[in-house]
């Protein structure tokens, strides 16, 4: 029996529809004839050539083929026209919510403003503004301001010193003298007098990318942390406070070790109804002395809960 191909198919049903009196007597195939072409069809449907095939498309790709890396963490100050003071042990310095290169333009306005102060040195590639010496106490004094970048983008962070020449050195007051604690509030009520900031110095641009809080994947372990580039006692302090402002549950802390324990309420699982309350460890650990590393541990590894933690820390960082 020769094989019968579609063509011949449509040719058949043409044929019917073309024949005026079977068009008129019945308007569709009558039953014998729509049985004749399923028992034909039933008959021939493997010899049927697909001209179009799908193409096969159980291929095993590997699991990350199409996962892009996230993007990194950054958070800008909420409050641009925040202000404070911090002091830490013999550390003191002003946060304010503006780029480091609006801010350098307003130091020097406050120096040459001051009748008892001079501008001396500058450095914008490190962020040093030196006044010119001056008499305190009987010694050759000057101040210094270290100008840095804060923990968040558009933010920053300004370091005021005292410096008393010995012999033909200049040696930094590690005591926090009344003289800096002065001084310091002056500045402070400076840059709240200033208004709206919208000069930017070209100098000190580059003051703006230097990151000092970074959030990375650790490839040994997968865990997200951050990197900060301030010292052990900062980082305890700064991670302590963002506690406090994210509104984590903090229930115990151990600074010799490095460590901050949490009470963390996840959503309950079906099987595990009971397991929504850990104990999560937030763990700061010193490399350099300027370099702190922040990071989280639990005993049930949980890289979704580990991320979201490093990120409100991260968001709320000063």
Not at 215 to 230: A, F, L
Request: proline share 4%; hydrophobic share 35%; glycine share 4%.
């Amino acid at each position: 029996m020769k094989k019968i191909s579609i063509f011949h198919i449509l040719l058949l049903f043409l044929s019917c529809a073309s024949d005026p009196e079977q068009a008129r007597s019945n308007k569709y195939l009558n039953e014998e004839n729509n049985e004749s072409i399923e028992k034909i069809l039933e008959k021939n449907i493997d010899n049927i050539i697909d001209f179009y095939p799908i193409p096969d498309t159980k291929i095993q790709l590997p699991r990350q083929a199409y996962e892009l890396p996230l993007p990194n963490q950054f958070f800008s100050a909420e409050n641009k026209n925040e202000i404070r003071l911090h002091s830490l042990g013999e550390i003191r310095w002003i946060y304010l919510g503006i780029e480091p290169s609006k801010v350098w333009p307003i130091i020097e306005e406050f120096i040459q403003n001051d009748d008892s102060l001079n501008v001396g040195t500058i450095d914008p590639n490190q962020g040093v503004i030196e006044t010119q010496s001056f008499e305190y106490l009987g010694a050759t004094s000057k101040f210094q301001y270290k100008l840095e970048r804060g923990l968040q983008r558009e933010s920053s962070e300004l370091f005021i010193s005292q410096l008393v020449k010995e012999k033909d050195n200049w040696v930094k007051v590690k005591l926090d003298t009344e003289l800096i604690e002065n001084h310091s509030r002056l500045l402070l009520d400076h840059f709240s007098n200033s208004g709206p900031v919208s000069g930017t110095s070209l100098v000190a641009l580059n003051l703006n990318n230097e990151d000092k809080a970074i959030v990375y994947e650790d490839e040994n372990d997968g865990e997200t942390k951050i990197k900060v580039m301030i010292s052990f006692p900062r980082a305890w302090a700064a991670v302590e406070r963002s506690l406090t402002i994210a509104g984590l549950d903090l229930v115990d802390k151990n600074r010799d070790e490095g460590k901050f324990y949490l009470s963390w309420k996840g959503s309950p699982s079906f099987f595990n109804r009971n397991e929504n309350n850990r104990v999560i460890q937030v763990r700061i650990e010193k490399i350099e002395e300027d370099i702190s590393i922040i990071s989280i541990f639990m005993e049930n590894k949980d890289l979704e809960v580990s991320k979201e933690i490093i990120s409100q820390i991260n968001q709320a960082l000063t």
